[in-house]
């Protein structure tokens, strides 16, 4: 996508003319799903070590709970530059956030049950999700030759 016809006042200008419109936004996006996807992973492998160490609470990972923040701060601030595409992404993005909340709190579940600790399924097949969706946007314009051959 070319950069907006408008320009937003206030901060929000300054960060559009650094990133340049909703093209790079789209792949800054795909970029910090596939982070949380790592991100997510290492905090599963320490709420493990933490469950193993006989812990009475999980702690949140440092990491993950940044590259959350970011993810929903990138999907707001997409939606200024492309409404219909920033409000889809925004919403799985939201979704994936919540799940991520929720699983976290069964894992501290599990850990005052006694029970060994399930992988985060729910996040997993969110960011899933998100990660089409993204993927979509971003990487759709190398397939569209062909695509529209086709199509």
Sequence with gaps: MSAPAYQLPGPLGAV???????????YL???LLLVN???????HRSHVSEAGDDAE??????????????????????TTLDQHAGIVASTLILGLFVTDFFEFEARNAELRRGVDLDAPKGAIGASVLALLYVGYLSLFQFVAPFWSAIV
Excluded at 37 to 43: C, D, G, N, Y
């Design 16 to 26: 559009d003319s650094v990133l340049g419109g909703a093209g790079t936004v789209e």
């Design 29 to 31: 996006l795909l970029g």
């Design 37 to 43: 996807v790592v991100t997510r992973l290492l905090a």
């Design 57 to 78: 609470r999980l702690s949140r990972h440092p990491l993950h709970v940044a590259s959350n923040v970011a993810m929903i701060l990138t999907a707001f601030y997409y």
